[in-house]
């Protein structure tokens, strides 16, 4: 959904800019910088590309990089130093958040001194506030009043975004979800565990003790124990 929001976001009667994501011949699209190549990062991706903008991917691995640029070739890359993330915020027209760190409040990793150096009313959406956000000037906001406006830059910082198109999100979640369930109701919860490691490691409590996978290998074998 993030294209799409942004999309609204950057239009002169929700306050933005009055741009078009995709430009149109001879008027240059519009520049998206995503921090974080994750399942979120490239979601965003695909789905701005699809709208026609012109997307610059930052994350801290060149593994992650060279996967998404093999899948993605129009986009641009960079190593998410300090310094580039700096660059491209200053550039951008909207700015996505999808940083994560699986068990951890996500870093932050722009600071308000970038966030007042980005150009006036362009666009944050920070996908990283279930986690406490990733932009120093995040906080989180509800779907009846999704925006604020922070150092000049329209904020979109909304936990759960999918809560408005619930019907789709329900039905997407349940085609995942619903081979994980099968299997549980077939193999019951001990030998699901053993068996599918996608299972195991999404444990979060366990005969009612807080618990994290502390050893995991090609077979499937764990190893559990209390954080």
Same mark, same amino acid.
């Given at each position: 959904?993030? *294209? ?11 306050? @933005? ?18 921090? @974080? ?5 490239? !979601? ?52 996505? @958040? ?7 409040? !996500?870093?932050?990793?722009? !600071? ?9 009313? !362009? ?9 406490? @956000? ?37 039905? #997407? ?11 549980? #109701? ?5 030998? *699901? ?35």
């Amino acid at each position: 959904m993030t *294209a799409q929001i942004a999309a609204r976001l950057l239009q002169n009667n929700d306050g @933005g800019k009055g741009i078009m994501l995709g430009g149109m011949p001879g008027v240059a699209p519009a520049e998206v910088v995503i921090i @974080g190549a994750g399942m979120a990062g490239i !979601s965003a991706t695909r789905a701005f590309l699809g709208l026609g903008a012109h997307v610059t991917v930052l994350d801290q691995s060149i593994d992650v990089l060279q996967r998404i640029y093999d899948r993605f070739p129009s986009i641009g890359t960079m190593v998410a130093t300090k310094r580039n993330i700096e660059r491209c915020c200053a550039f951008a027209d909207v700015v996505v @958040g999808a940083v994560s760190v699986p068990g951890e409040r !996500s870093p932050i990793v722009v !600071s308000r001194e970038v966030v007042a150096k980005m150009k006036p009313r !362009s666009v944050i959406i920070d996908l990283s506030i279930d986690q406490g @956000g990733c932009f120093e000037t995040s906080r989180p906001t509800k779907h009846d009043y999704p925006t604020y406006i922070e150092e000049g830059v329209i904020h979109y910082c909304v936990p759960n975004i999918p809560g408005v198109v619930a019907r789709t999100a329900t039905h #997407a979640f349940m085609n995942f979800a619903l081979p994980f369930i099968s299997e549980l #109701a077939n193999l019951g919860v001990e030998e *699901a565990i053993k068996k599918n490691s996608g299972i195991a490691a999404a444990i979060n409590t366990r005969n009612g003790e807080i618990y994290k996978l502390t050893r995991f290998n090609i077979k499937g074998d764990t190893q559990h124990g209390p954080k």
